[in-house]
């Protein structure tokens, strides 16, 4: 079946800092590959996605590259600002067996301090 | 913003009763999909809809039922609340397929059950 693992959080950065946070997947097709975001108090909402290798998603200075290779789909920004605190998902859609049911990763909560 | 609107927003119930949750939609989209989100566990699918009067389980669908009788309302039903159905629901809508397997949630509902 298919799978979604990402690194568990809370991951605490001082504004300014770089964040990276791992996504790795298993999939028995070829699955488009996202990432959402939850802001406190509120539903999940698409932050970037990939529809197929060597793509990368890019939002809000956010970017993710869809690697085939290493089964990946890594979530990066420069420069965190406090705003970004939030919990964010990795997630995939594999349509090959015909059932469209996202799989979701556990959420990575991301805390940034002034 | 997808169009998609959650009700009620917060609900306290006692162990035992029946509580409905009702999900809509303007977007015309074919899937829709209730989730229950606890610390710990992530996002959890607990029925999902392919279409009107077409529904299915998800991995958590034991004491819930749910119907779909127009294509913009999505109601989910638990028929005698307990405790340990206290959680966040979400609802979230797809139209499925390729690029478009994004999903849209809805703002959520904070459900306690004493």
């Known amino acids: 079946g298919n799978s979604v693992t990402q690194m568990e959080g809370p991951v605490t950065l001082s504004e300014e800092a770089f964040l990276t946070i791992n996504c790795t997947y298993t999939a028995t097709g070829y699955p488009s590959l996202f990432w959402y975001v939850q802001y406190p108090g509120e539903g999940l909402q698409l932050l970037l996605k990939?529809?197929?290798?060597?793509d990368k998603g890019s939002n809000k200075g956010f970017e993710a590259t869809y690697r085939k290779e290493t089964t990946s789909f890594h979530l990066e920004k420069g420069s965190v600002q406090v705003s970004d605190s939030a919990v964010y998902f990795c997630a995939l859609s594999d349509p090959s067996g015909g059932s469209y049911i996202p799989t979701f990763g556990r959420g990575t909560s991301l805390i940034v301090h002034p | 913003d997808a169009g998609i609107t959650q009700s009620p927003r917060h609900k306290v119930t006692e162990t035992g009763t029946p509580v409905t949750l009702r999900c809509h939609q303007t977007?015309?989209?074919?899937?829709m999909y209730w989730y229950r989100q606890d610390p710990g566990h992530g996002l959890r699918l607990i029925h999902y809809?392919?279409?009107?009067?077409?529904?299915d389980k998800g991995e958590v669908s034991d004491g819930y039922s749910v119907s779909r009788s127009k294509t913009e309302d999505f109601l989910l039903t638990l028929e005698s609340a307990t405790s340990s159905q206290t959680s966040v629901y979400f609802c979230?809508?797809?139209?499925?397929?390729?690029?478009?397997?994004?999903?849209?949630f809805g703002p959520g509902t904070r459900l306690t059950v004493l």
């Open positions: 979230a809508i797809g139209m499925a397929g390729g690029s478009t397997d994004t999903q849209y």
């Open positions: 809809s392919y279409g009107v009067k077409d529904t």
């Open positions: 990939a529809t197929k290798a060597d």
């Open positions: 977007e015309n989209h074919r899937y």
